[in-house]
């Protein structure tokens, strides 16, 4: 492989590996208080790498922001952000044109007003999920780039797993214009392998 940004090797989905969809949620999506550009054209590419792994029987484990009405992320509370993803919302809803199978477990974050996470491996549950299904693969997308997608991948990383950045499934905020190569590339340094739908077989 010349070019690691460009890796057209074939990867074969076995035993081990896992599927992690985060936070495709209305608020994060067109019309939502916290939109991501383009972050729809994510839907129907994960709804791709779900079918893969739903058809290998593979696990699928899906994940979403929500938080208390007055968490600490919303600058009404002196935080960076404006109310999205309040739980039992609409804006907190998985969109509706996500292929969430049936057997999807699904795993919440940022739910404590005082405390922000970006991580899902801040939800002990999580860990605990990819335990019991001896995960060692993890096939990681959605959405943001420079925030959810970036902490749970550099986790991943530090529990030694191998980790598998689905760079056409993933849309940055950019609130300044470069923070999602920056997570891209920082990613990719400490060691996630960028892929496409295209190579899964
Ligand atoms: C996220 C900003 C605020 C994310 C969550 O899921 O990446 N970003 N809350
Ligand atoms: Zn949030």
Not at 20 to 45: C, K, R, W, Y
Not at 101 to 121: C, H, L, M, N, R
Request: glycine share 8%; net charge negative.
């Amino acid at each position: 492989m010349t070019n690691k940004r460009k890796n057209t090797d074939k990867i074969e989905l076995g035993k081990g590996d896992a599927l992690i969809v985060i936070d495709i949620q209305n608020d994060f999506l067109s019309g939502g208080s916290l939109a991501v550009p383009e972050g729809d054209q994510v839907i129907p590419v994960l709804n791709g790498y779900i079918d893969q792994f739903i058809n290998r029987q593979l696990p699928v484990l899906v994940t979403r922001d929500w938080h208390p009405a007055n968490h600490c992320s919303f600058i009404r509370q002196g935080g960076p952000w404006p109310e999205h993803c309040i739980a039992g919302s609409k804006g907190a809803e998985f969109a509706a044109d996500l292929h969430l199978p049936v057997s999807a477990k699904i795993f919440s974050k940022a739910t404590e007003a005082g405390q922000e996470d970006y991580s899902d491996f801040a939800n002990p549950t999580f860990k605990e999920q990819l335990d019991n299904v001896e995960a060692s693969r993890l096939f990681i997308g959605g959405l943001a780039t420079d925030y959810c997608v970036l902490s749970t991948v550099l986790d991943a990383l530090n529990y030694h797993y191998k980790v598998l950045l689905l760079t056409d499934a993933i849309r940055a905020v950019n609130v300044r214009p470069q923070d999602g190569e920056n997570a891209i590339n920082e990613m990719i340094q400490k060691g996630a392998i960028p892929i496409t739908l295209a190579i899964i077989r």
